[in-house]
């Protein structure tokens, strides 16, 4: 009978520790996934930003070389019309 007792008491302690254990890992995973979703806000973020930047320099580029296009197409014109103009 002794070594029933101690056998169920010592069932219901181990039964109990490892429901608390798994409180505490469910925490854990907890602020895990928390931590994890907030790590993917700020790369989801930091891309944004990124994408925002590149396609401003992307514009700013691609103005450049079309202004600098338009100044050596109408050079170019000049130098055509000059060529073509009828002497009196």
């Known amino acids: 009978?002794?070594?029933l007792l101690t056998?169920?008491?010592s069932g219901a302690l181990i039964a109990g520790s490892a429901g608390a254990a798994?409180?505490?890992k469910t925490d854990r995973d907890r602020d895990r996934k928390?931590?994890?979703k907030q790590t993917t806000k700020d790369v989801a973020h930091d891309?944004?930003?990124a994408a925002k930047a590149t396609g401003k320099a992307v514009a700013k580029g691609?103005?450049?070389v079309i202004h600098k296009g338009a100044n050596v197409t109408r050079k170019g014109a000049e130098a055509v019309e000059d060529k073509t103009k009828t002497k009196k």
Do not use: F, G, P
Request: glycine share 0%; no cysteine.
């Open 62 to 64: 691609t103005k450049k």
């Open 34 to 36: 928390d931590s994890v």
């Open 1 to 3: 009978m002794k070594r």
């Open 7 to 9: 056998l169920l008491i």
């Open 22 to 24: 798994l409180a505490q």
């Open 47 to 49: 891309t944004k930003r």
